[in-house]
């Protein structure tokens, strides 16, 4: 049985051409599912401009190429998502080649709502064009050997036609099939007839990776290629004043050293558009050794700046957003976040009677939690190779998501859209951090203005004291309790600077009768963006430790409560916007239950903690088993349930949650970003910690629910939920509750 | 500037640079050896690893006119001569180790030294050769894995 999927505008994102020289191209529009959720969400509603573009190109020498334009920045995109392709074109996947597809000329709209829909948009689309192409290519072999296209058969890309023992390869077929006209009906396989998708896959990039090949913008070269870095302002709250080069300029091998403005005066600022500082020195010279020396020389003067508003467009439309003078410091923000927590602030949701039922309480349990900012630290350090002429503006561009950047370019490099090409590198890392494309248009400033091509590199100092960071957190969680151990109520307080983590829909939301959700923000002039399942990374940690804390007060099984509390929410939901799906939910609790041996005598004993969270669609669980080495608490092992669907490569899955799981542990036990005197303290990996080898989990265990789902989010969900595994865990081995992140800073034991 | 006679991958090689250009700048600008990667420039977090006379160093600390006649391997240096990949690699492509791969070949880097001066090491003992790579994608455990693997398939 097969469906049949009749979603004309589908099918309209589909375009056959013919090859000069033969073969068949098909170009298909190609859903970026490596956005942040919500980032997305939060950027705008409505991006009609988005588009985007994959294509499948079958030569007559057999080569079978699929274009991937989708930014890869480690999550394997380059081989799941060629893998759907794969699953209804039929071709030898083995010999299937993968390339990273520029971002182009636009061949085709499309809509984009964003959201955690992502994924399930690309399952489609991706499998409707490889379906097309096999039947194109076997309506090409039915027509020349004159027989129905019923009674041929494909396999490995040759097309077979058994009673009359023919068959012919895609590439002797694609030149034909190119002149054919598109099927009216595409029918697509189902789960339980797929032979490539949910088969373990190797990288289809592996090779070139361990050889050390040149695939990174930091890489890339061009004929007459300067290096320019820039200077900007040494701490937030600060601008540049003026500056003097005259020693600068002196050095070798130095071309040019001027300031520039990134963004127009009065240019509105999209969700991505995220800068700190606009105004900035360029250093331009022929070699990153002799610029990085160079900047050393440049004498700048800073001043201080002023309250300053600026329109930004956002959720909502525009609105007015107010950066605050000052110099801001950690100490001052856990200060503010504090007195904030006891001041009225906004009701996001309410049901029930939380005042009756707290003032009825025989107990109130009432914890808060901190986090602090966080850097996202990509491996490769940002870059941007530009190239700006009057006829083109070429970019190479490590960048989450290209179509968000085609304004600012376009109006603050006075470019047309018509102009743009963009090379789209491989991302040593992103998490977020490479959704903000600032550099895209200092690069291309820098280009024009010594009118050569140039790659802009930020040191790795450059981008921790420059960043676009995860935000500093508060949360408080107070529950109310009768003289039975039952919970009535839940109030949950949540703040941020300068954005506020709240989800008030997310669980536990739905279990109890009465439960108050309130929320906060206050201005900072600290730059902050996404950051790996944003706002959930924190919201888990304060909520499934409360939790946790919950479970002991009320005397019941941390896994069981949570389950308890799942089971109430599915048999008698309250309210109406809850956004998990408590049968999914109870359902990895359960296979973590079991693969995790749960409530065995060894469990019992180890210092093990529990923790579950629900975002991006897909649903994370797990338990981390907590021991001492060398006197520093270890998280030696990892049991892990999650439930994001169907699962397309399952190797891939794999590492993807083992690296979430690794990172969670890193952020949880050493993530902090320091602010003193508006500068960050952490300058370097040298002070920076994140997690290494000998501090990484001997086993991650990764287990999958096994349904037909159409696929959602992996490579943020498993994340969040880490943190507060490791917290639970820390209290079963040190006896002490942990409530401000980085742990092992509470712990005293850095 | 000052002229530089080096020992790369087993070629000779002249470059023109400041004497204190980092040798991992040398490769990657002016030998067009990108493979040796730049992550924090200050000796923390070994994506800039190569060999010197086989042993592991950060080349974003050696000063190009500290190589002297020292041999110099990169990444690139590391396959065999009729090309084929060293056995660290085939492990790593066996075990699907990268995400984005960026600091992948200073840890390979880092696991062949490793794997010359001590062909059989322990756990703890690869964690601690390892750890001054740092994975910021967290690919440690497959690393370790993979390190075990090519120690395994040599002694066959
Ligand atoms: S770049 Fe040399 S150790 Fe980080
Ligand atoms: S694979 Fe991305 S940093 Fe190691």
């Given at each position: 049985?097969?469906?049949?999927?009749?979603?004309?505008?589908?099918?309209?994102?589909?375009?056959?051409t013919?090859?000069?020289?033969?073969?068949?191209?098909?170009?298909?529009?190609?859903?970026?599912?490596?956005?942040?959720?919500?980032?997305?969400?939060?950027?705008?509603?409505?991006?009609?401009?988005v588009?985007?573009?994959?294509f499948?190109?079958?030569?007559?020498?057999?080569?079978?190429?699929?274009?991937?334009?989708?930014?890869e920045?480690?999550?394997?995109?380059?081989?799941s998502?060629?893998?759907?392709?794969?699953?209804?074109?039929?071709?030898?996947?083995s010999k299937?080649?993968?390339?990273?597809?520029?971002?182009?000329t636009?061949?085709?709209?499309?809509?984009?709502?964003?959201?955690?829909?992502?994924?399930?948009?690309?399952?489609?689309?991706?499998?409707?064009?490889?379906?097309?192409?096999?039947l194109?290519l076997?309506?090409a072999?039915?027509?020349?050997?004159?027989?129905?296209?019923?009674?041929?058969?494909?396999?490995?890309?040759?097309?077979?036609?058994?009673?009359?023992?023919?068959?012919?390869?895609?590439?002797?077929?694609?030149?034909?099939?190119?002149?054919?006209?598109?099927?009216?009906k595409?029918?697509?396989?189902?789960?339980?007839?797929?032979?490539?998708?949910?088969?373990?896959q190797?990288?289809k990039v592996?090779?070139?990776?361990?050889?050390?090949e040149?695939?990174?913008?930091?890489?890339?070269?061009?004929?007459?290629?300067?290096?320019?870095?820039v200077i900007?302002?040494?701490?937030?709250?600060?601008?540049?004043?003026?500056f003097?080069a005259?020693?600068?300029?002196?050095?070798?091998?130095?071309?040019?050293?001027?300031?520039?403005?990134?963004?127009?005066?009065?240019?509105?600022?999209?969700g991505?558009d995220?800068?700190?500082?606009?105004?900035?020195?360029?250093?331009?010279?022929?070699?990153?050794?002799?610029?990085?020396?160079?900047?050393?020389?440049?004498?700048?003067?800073?001043?201080?700046?002023?309250?300053?508003k600026?329109?930004?467009m956002?959720?909502?439309?525009?609105r007015?957003?107010?950066?605050?003078?000052?110099?801001?410091?950690?100490?001052?923000?856990?200060?503010?976040m504090?007195?904030?927590?006891?001041?009225?602030?906004?009701?996001?949701?309410?049901?029930?009677?939380?005042?009756?039922?707290?003032?009825?309480?025989?107990?109130?349990?009432?914890?808060?939690?901190?986090?602090?900012?966080?850097?996202?630290?990509?491996?490769e350090?940002?870059?941007?190779?530009?190239?700006?002429?009057?006829?083109?503006?070429?970019?190479?561009?490590?960048?989450?998501?290209?179509?968000?950047m085609k304004q600012?370019?376009?109006?603050?490099?006075?470019i047309?859209?018509?102009?743009?090409?963009?090379?789209?590198?491989r991302?040593?890392?992103?998490?977020?951090?490479?959704?903000?494309?600032?550099?895209?248009?200092?690069a291309?400033?820098?280009?024009?203005?010594?009118?050569?091509?140039?790659?802009?590199?930020?040191?790795?100092?450059d981008?921790?004291?420059?960043?676009?960071?995860?935000?500093?957190?508060i949360?408080?969680?107070?529950?109310?309790?009768?003289?039975?151990?039952?919970?009535?109520?839940?109030?949950?307080?949540?703040?941020?600077?300068?954005?506020?983590?709240?989800?008030?829909n997310?669980?536990?939301?739905?279990?109890?009768?009465?439960?108050?959700?309130?929320?906060?923000?206050?201005?900072?002039?600290?730059?902050?963006?996404?950051?790996?399942?944003?706002?959930?990374?924190?919201?888990?940690?304060?909520?499934?430790?409360?939790?946790?804390?919950?479970?002991?007060?009320?005397?019941?099984d941390?896994?069981?409560?949570?389950?308890?509390m799942?089971?109430?929410?599915?048999?008698?939901?309250?309210?109406?916007?809850?956004?998990?799906?408590?049968?999914?939910?109870?359902?990895?609790l359960?296979?973590?239950?079991?693969?995790?041996?749960?409530?065995?005598?060894?469990?019992k004993?180890?210092?093990?903690?529990?923790?579950?969270?629900?975002?991006?669609?897909?649903?994370?669980?797990?338990?981390?088993?907590?021991?001492?080495?060398?006197g520093?608490?270890?998280?030696?092992?990892v049991?892990?349930?999650?439930?994001?669907?169907?699962?397309?490569?399952?190797?891939?899955?794999?590492?993807?949650?083992?690296?979430?799981?690794?990172?969670?542990?890193?952020?949880?036990?050493?993530?902090?970003?320091?602010?003193?005197k508006?500068a960050?303290?952490?300058?370097?990996?040298?002070?920076?910690?994140?997690?290494?080898?000998?501090?990484?989990?001997?086993?991650?265990?990764?287990?999958?629910?096994?349904?037909?789902?159409?696929?959602?989010?992996?490579?943020?969900?498993?994340?969040?939920?880490?943190?507060?595994?490791?917290?639970?865990?820390?209290?079963?081995?040190?006896?002490?509750?942990?409530?401000?992140?980085?742990?092992?800073?509470?712990?005293?034991?850095? | 500037m000052?002229?530089?006679?080096?020992?790369?991958?087993?070629k000779?090689?002249?470059?023109?640079?400041?004497?204190s250009?980092?040798?991992?700048?040398?490769?990657?600008?002016?030998?067009?050896?990108?493979?040796t990667?730049?992550?924090?420039?200050?000796?923390?977090?070994?994506a800039?690893?190569?060999?010197?006379?086989?042993?592991?160093?950060?080349?974003?600390?050696?000063?190009?006119?500290?190589?002297g006649?020292?041999?110099?391997?990169?990444?690139?240096?590391?396959?065999?001569?009729?090309?084929e990949?060293h056995?660290?690699?085939?492990?790593?492509?066996?075990?699907?180790?990268?995400?984005?791969?960026?600091?992948?070949?200073?840890?390979?880097?880092?696991?062949?030294?490793?794997?010359?001066?001590?062909?059989?090491?322990?756990?703890?003992?690869?964690?601690?050769?390892?750890?001054?790579?740092?994975?910021?994608?967290?690919?440690?455990?497959?690393?370790?894995?993979?390190?075990?693997?090519?120690?395994?398939?040599?002694?066959?």
């Open positions: 049985m097969k469906n049949a999927n009749n979603n004309q505008s589908r099918r309209s994102f589909l375009k056959v013919s090859l000069t020289g033969g073969g068949m191209m098909i170009g298909f529009s190609w859903f970026a599912n490596l956005i942040p959720n919500e980032a997305i969400a939060a950027a705008t509603d409505k991006m009609d401009w588009e985007l573009t994959g499948i190109k079958i030569t007559p020498d057999n080569q079978v190429k699929i274009f991937n334009p989708n930014p920045f480690g999550t394997n995109v380059m081989t998502l060629p893998m759907m392709v794969n699953e209804e074109l039929e071709a030898d996947w299937v080649i993968v390339e990273m597809g520029d971002y182009d636009p061949r085709f709209k499309s809509q984009f709502t964003g959201g955690s829909r992502a994924m399930a948009m690309a399952w489609k689309p991706l499998r409707t064009a490889g379906a097309t192409a096999r194109l076997m309506q072999a039915a027509n020349e050997w004159g027989v129905p296209i019923s009674e041929l058969t494909v396999s490995k890309g040759v097309v077979m036609h058994k009673a009359s023992n023919k068959s012919a390869n895609y590439g002797a077929l694609a030149t034909a099939a190119a002149k054919l006209p598109k099927p009216e595409v029918e697509l396989k189902k789960a339980s007839e797929f032979t490539l998708l949910g088969t373990p190797k990288n592996g090779k070139e990776i361990v050889g050390g040149s695939l990174f913008t930091l890489d890339y070269k061009m004929e007459g290629m300067l290096i320019a870095m900007h302002p040494p701490a937030f709250g600060m601008q540049l004043k003026s003097d005259t020693e600068a300029l002196k050095m070798p091998g130095i071309k040019a050293v001027f300031d520039f403005q990134v963004y127009k005066d009065g240019y509105v600022k999209a991505f995220t800068r700190a500082f606009n105004k900035l020195i360029a250093v331009v010279g022929n070699s990153t050794w002799e610029v990085m020396n160079a900047r050393k020389k440049v004498v700048a003067q800073w001043e201080p700046i002023q309250d300053t600026e329109m930004v956002a959720r909502g439309g525009k007015e957003e107010i950066i605050p003078a000052g110099l801001e410091s950690t100490e001052n923000h856990l200060r503010l504090h007195e904030m927590q006891k001041k009225p602030t906004r009701v996001a949701r309410k049901d029930g009677d939380p005042e009756t039922a707290f003032k009825n309480a025989t107990k109130v349990l009432e914890r808060t939690y901190t986090a602090p900012f966080l850097a996202h630290n990509p491996m350090p940002i870059s941007c190779v530009a190239h700006i002429t009057d006829e083109k503006a070429f970019f190479v561009a490590p960048i989450q998501i290209p179509e968000m600012n370019i376009v109006s603050n490099l006075d047309k859209p018509e102009q743009i090409e963009m090379k789209l590198a991302m040593g890392g992103g998490f977020g951090r490479r959704a903000y494309g600032h550099y895209i248009v200092e291309g400033h820098i280009s024009k203005r010594v009118k050569a091509p140039v790659k802009l590199i930020y040191t790795r100092e981008d921790l004291t420059n960043g676009i960071y995860r935000p500093t957190y949360m408080t969680y107070k529950a109310a309790i009768d003289k039975d151990n039952n919970v009535t109520a839940i109030h949950v307080i949540g703040g941020g600077i300068p954005e506020s983590p709240l989800h008030e997310r669980f536990p939301a739905g279990v109890f009768d009465n439960y108050l959700a309130e929320s906060w923000d206050m201005p900072s002039n600290i730059t902050i963006g996404a950051y790996r399942a944003p706002r959930s990374n924190f919201n888990a940690s304060a909520e499934q430790s409360f939790l946790d804390e919950l479970a002991e007060t009320v005397g019941k941390p896994l069981d409560f949570r389950i308890e799942l089971k109430k929410a599915k048999a008698n939901p309250v309210g109406k916007n809850n956004d998990y799906n408590a049968d999914r939910f109870i359902a990895v359960e296979l973590l239950k079991e693969k995790s041996n749960w409530g065995s005598t060894a469990s004993n180890a210092k093990r903690g529990v923790s579950a969270y629900f975002c991006h669609a897909s649903y994370a669980a797990h338990v981390v088993d907590v021991t001492m080495k060398n520093q608490p270890y998280v030696e092992k049991v892990t349930a999650m439930d994001c669907g169907f699962v397309v490569n399952p190797e891939g899955a794999k590492n993807m949650v083992e690296g979430a799981v690794v990172d969670g542990i890193g952020n949880a036990l050493y993530g902090e970003l320091i602010l003193e508006g960050t303290v952490q300058k370097n990996l040298n002070n920076y910690r994140i997690i290494r080898h000998r501090e990484a989990p001997k086993k991650i265990d990764v287990h999958f629910v096994q349904n037909n789902i159409d696929p959602t989010g992996l490579g943020e969900p498993p994340f969040p939920p880490v943190f507060a595994a490791v917290a639970n865990a820390l209290y079963k081995a040190t006896g002490k509750r942990l409530y401000n992140q980085p742990y092992l800073k509470e712990l005293g034991k850095v | 000052a002229k530089f006679q080096l020992k790369v991958n087993g000779p090689l002249q470059v023109e640079a400041d004497p250009t980092p040798l991992l700048w040398v490769l990657r600008d002016h030998l067009n050896l990108v493979g990667k730049f992550g924090c420039g200050v000796g923390a977090c070994g800039c690893t190569v060999h010197l006379n086989g042993r592991a160093m950060r080349s974003c600390q050696l000063p190009v006119s500290a190589v006649t020292q041999a110099v391997t990169t990444i690139e240096g590391i396959v065999s001569a009729e090309k990949m056995p660290v690699q085939k492990a790593w492509l066996e075990l699907d180790v990268a995400q984005c791969g960026y600091c992948q070949t200073g840890q390979i880097m880092s696991a062949v030294a490793l794997l010359k001066s001590n062909p059989n090491p322990t756990e703890a003992e690869i964690e601690s050769a390892m750890t001054g790579n740092i994975c910021r994608c967290g690919t440690y455990l497959r690393i370790k894995a993979a390190i075990q693997q090519a120690a395994k398939s040599s002694k066959k």
